[in-house]
């Protein structure tokens, strides 16, 4: 009886061991992970792989996911394609924006005139909005919380530019609420 208690007990003791030493490798993983993304995508876009001051870098990996998604996104040929009718794109863009949980995307011309890719099709400067200067300058990024200039909410942006024949072509974004 004694024995099969000595058993059990270090048999709990392993397995607890074990799953903290999973539990830290993950963490580990998951910090260098995003590092390395981070310093990748830094050098894909031609910027020093430690950012300065005024770069402002995802502050988690779920941003991180969000924007490599959102670049993903900007290289659809329907983004430019004038071939595609307005309904197409829109109903591409409504169900894209329902599989991430976005508030919905919009894509502003090199000026900032936005227009929300959805069927209302509201129109938005943003030319004063940061993430919308960062994009312009070739830089895929994440804003702080904003209030949104359409419904007054707390949300935050993604936003990343968007290239025609290598030439910049404009800047897609999309929304979050900030909850």
């Known amino acids: 009886m004694k024995?099969?208690?000595m058993k059990t007990t270090l048999l709990s003791t392993a397995a607890i061991l074990a799953l903290a030493i999973m539990m830290m490798t993950t963490s580990l993983g998951a910090s260098i992970g995003e590092t390395v993304n981070l310093n990748l995508t830094s050098q894909a876009h031609g910027q020093e792989s430690v950012p300065n001051e005024t770069q402002?870098?995802?502050v988690s990996s779920f941003d991180a996911a969000e924007l490599i998604y959102l670049?993903?996104?900007s290289l659809h040929p329907i983004v430019?394609?004038?071939h595609v009718t307005y309904e197409e794109k829109m109903a591409f863009f409504e169900a894209e924006a329902e599989k991430a949980g976005y508030i919905g995307f919009r894509?502003?011309?090199l000026q900032g005139n936005a227009v929300?890719?959805?069927q209302q099709g509201a129109e938005l400067d943003v030319s004063d909005r940061q993430y919308f200067q960062n994009a312009l300058a070739g830089e895929p990024n994440v804003s702080d919380v904003l209030v949104?200039?359409?419904t007054g909410e707390s949300i935050v942006v993604y936003?990343?530019?968007v290239y025609l024949n290598d030439s910049l072509a404009g800047v897609l974004f999309a929304s979050r609420t900030a909850n």
Do not use: G, M, Q
Request: aromatic fraction near 4%; avoid cysteine; glycine fraction near 0%.
């Open 107 to 109: 894509f502003a011309d």
């Open 56 to 58: 402002r870098t995802p």
């Open 116 to 118: 929300a890719l959805d």
């Open 71 to 73: 670049e993903a996104v």
């Open 148 to 150: 949104s200039k359409e």
């Open 3 to 5: 024995i099969t208690n």
């Open 80 to 82: 430019l394609d004038d």
């Open 159 to 161: 936003a990343t530019p």
